[in-house]
């Protein structure tokens, strides 16, 4: 087994090369065949999966937040290829919806298991754990504002909160189309997951499953600044958030937003931003394989 270690310079910041010999020490204790790779763009970490597309048995190992697994699953041959998640990032929801227990360097890189788990997909793209719209793409896009601040990656995510409430809280006028009926909603915000967390390990659907073959839409009604507040300040993982009668859930295989204007709607996976007038979302039953310990 060949041992690929995608590092996401940008990620781990001053932590890179503690993390590097962290790696190195379990490799070579163990003798492992591996390289360590470090990107610092998104074009560098495609180039380097394809220089080892040919190669048999490998595994692919994401070091840094949720979006550099983000992208890694965008770049390899899903079919042939096994993943790890190694979450140094902020947020790092996508090891919370897939593995058992708590983040382990050794144990993770040393495991032998391997199991199958599903994807969301909008437009053709994977994501992991999330797609986001209004609100949900506001807090994701103004969280760049806050990231060079040295504090926790959940306070960040909460400043962005505040911030995007405050300031940026206009809703969505968008139809949308699930199980063969459309409608015309206007939303304050729209959180598509693929488990249970969101950014800053919010868990906005305590209930999704990434093994379910199902993706899980929580879809707030238009409503007032201090109506929002007492609903973000309500989540939490008994999921009492989702009895408020302007929440609606929808449990689906497929679903459309469309903009009848054709303006580009602003949309989030994972934490990475996207546009479009029209955004098809599909979940991807046993999509990817993952080395390690599933969730149960």
Do not use: W
């Amino acid at each position: 087994m060949f041992h690929i270690f995608i590092l996401n310079e940008k990620s781990l910041r001053g932590r890179l090369y503690n993390c590097r010999e962290d790696i190195k020490g379990i490799c070579e204790n163990n003798g492992l065949h591996y390289k360590t790779v470090t990107t610092r763009s998104v074009e560098e970490l495609k180039y380097e999966v394809k220089q080892y597309a040919a190669h048999d048995n490998v595994v692919y190992y994401a070091v840094g937040g949720d979006g550099t697994f983000q992208v890694l699953v965008n770049a390899v041959d899903l079919e042939n290829a096994v993943l790890q998640y190694l979450p140094y990032g902020s947020g790092n929801n996508a090891y919370l919806t897939f593995y058992n227990k708590s983040f382990d360097l050794k144990r993770d890189i040393l495991s032998a298991e391997t199991f199958k788990a599903d994807l969301g997909q909008a437009n053709g793209e994977y994501f992991i754990t999330m797609f986001g719209l209004a609100l949900d793409a506001k807090i994701g896009y103004n969280l760049a504002r806050f990231k060079r601040f040295p504090i926790p990656g959940k306070a960040k995510y909460y400043m962005s909160i505040l911030y995007t409430l405050l300031f940026q809280r206009k809703p969505v006028k968008i139809k949308l189309t699930a199980g063969g009926e459309s409608k015309d909603i206007t939303s304050s915000f729209i959180s598509i997951t693929n488990g249970a967390t969101i950014g800053g390990q919010t868990p906005i659907s305590p209930y999704s499953s990434a093994f379910d073959g199902k993706l899980n839409a929580v879809i707030c009604d238009k409503v007032p600044l201090s109506d929002l507040l007492k609903l973000f300040s309500s989540i939490d993982s008994s999921g009492k958030h989702l009895n408020s009668p302007h929440v609606t859930q929808y449990l689906f295989e497929e679903l459309s937003f469309e903009n009848e204007n054709d303006n580009k709607l602003m949309y989030e996976i994972d934490g990475e931003i996207r546009h479009a007038s029209r955004i098809d979302i599909k979940a991807c039953k046993d999509a990817i394989t993952l080395k390690g310990i599933r969730k149960i």
